[in-house]
């Protein structure tokens, strides 16, 4: 299995609260996601990075930011959470080789705002 | 803005059969698309990766065709068995190495 952990597994958090979410590599692979998935919604984008400091937005981004400082970790924060940001969020990694490369998924973050 | 469709209704069949999943994609044209495989509380799973000059790739049980004239790929799980039980997901690429996702096809395999 590709190196990539989440943490944490599971989180209740309280709405209004600040909430980050952590994904870890040791494959040293360019390029990192967050998802969210939601049922009768699939996997939707939130923000990606193509490198270190390097992000960009996905199609469901506000209320949420990112950070990468280094190539191994890709952060996830809520500034301020809302109800409508429970949900079960995915991080992925793949690396860029020319014609286009596979995407590994982390186990997942179930995060709950009550 | 993209645009990728696949069946909302879980398709149940019956072991040994085919099972056939439709992706269907608008408004561009990726330089290749990509099959997952999801079970439940689990992040998605590599399967197929077909490119745009390609026309059809198998892997075992699995074929993906790939028809950019009609914007579809199909993806077939032949002699399909009860661990085939998942629910498949289709992901054209565009722009930039970002990776959209199809909502999912659910397969129910039954015995």
């Known amino acids: 299995d590709a190196g990539i952990t989440q943490s944490p597994r599971h989180k209740v958090t309280e709405t209004g609260t600040p909430v980050t979410l952590r994904c870890h590599q040791t494959?040293?692979?360019?390029?990192m996601y967050w998802y969210r998935q939601d049922p009768g919604h699939g996997l939707r984008l939130i923000h990606y990075s193509y490198g270190v400091k390097d992000t960009d937005k996905g199609e469901v981004s506000d209320g949420y930011s990112v950070s990468r400082s280094k190539t191994e970790d890709f952060l996830l924060t809520l500034e301020s959470a809302t109800s409508s940001q429970t949900s079960v969020y995915f991080c992925?990694?793949?690396?860029?080789?020319?014609?286009?490369?596979?995407?590994?998924f982390g186990q997942g973050t179930r995060l709950t705002v009550v | 803005s993209q645009k990728i469709e696949q069946n909302s209704e879980a398709l149940n069949i019956q072991e040994g059969k085919t099972a056939t999943l439709t992706c269907n994609y608008t408004?561009?044209?990726?330089?290749?698309l990509q099959w997952y495989r999801q079970d439940p509380g689990r992040g998605p799973v590599f399967l197929l990766l077909i490119r745009e000059n390609e026309k059809e790739k198998r892997k075992e049980r699995l074929k993906v065709t790939f028809d950019t004239t009609l914007k579809q790929s199909l993806f077939h799980i032949t002699a399909s068995q009860p661990a085939d039980s998942a629910t498949y997901l289709c992901?054209?690429?565009?722009?930039?190495?970002?990776?959209?996702f199809g909502k999912g096809n659910q397969v129910v395999v039954i015995p």
């Open positions: 992901a054209p690429r565009y722009g930039n190495n970002r990776l959209a």
């Open positions: 992925a990694i793949s690396e860029s080789r020319g014609q286009g490369t596979e995407a590994f």
């Open positions: 494959e040293n692979h360019r390029y």
């Open positions: 408004n561009y044209s990726p330089a290749y």
